[in-house]
């Protein structure tokens, strides 16, 4: 069975940096999609940035010039490097993979931005 495991959040003051990574593990696919998505407290799950097995890569608007999305197949590891990072950008971050029908989450971890 698939399984996604994120690790690197935690607490950080703000104008600090942060990197995330997600594995798959018992996985031997090549996903087409990886993503990260973030939700608040009281809030939806939002996109942060995805890329694309072909290098393709989207932000939202609010991480785009701060936030760095990276994949490495070889080792089926999506990471997501964030800079300046600010107290709204407090949230449990998921890592999303998807191939063809195949759609998994990993179980989220708490990225904390506070002085």
């Known amino acids: 069975q698939v399984q996604l495991v994120e690790s690197g959040g935690g607490l950080v003051q703000p104008g600090g940096s942060l990197r995330l990574s997600c594995a798959a593990s018992g996985s031997a696919l090549s996903w087409y999609f990886m993503g990260w998505f973030r939700q608040a407290p009281g809030k939806p799950r939002d996109m942060v940035a995805s890329?694309?097995?072909?290098?393709?890569?989207n932000y939202a608007d609010s991480v785009r010039g701060r936030f760095t999305i990276s994949r490495d197949n070889a080792k089926n590891t999506v990471y997501l490097q964030m800079n300046s990072l600010k107290p709204e950008d407090t949230a449990v971050y998921y890592c999303n993979f998807r191939k063809q029908v195949i759609n998994i989450w990993g179980q989220g971890t708490q990225v904390t931005v506070s002085s």
């Open positions: 890329v694309t097995s072909g290098g393709s890569t």
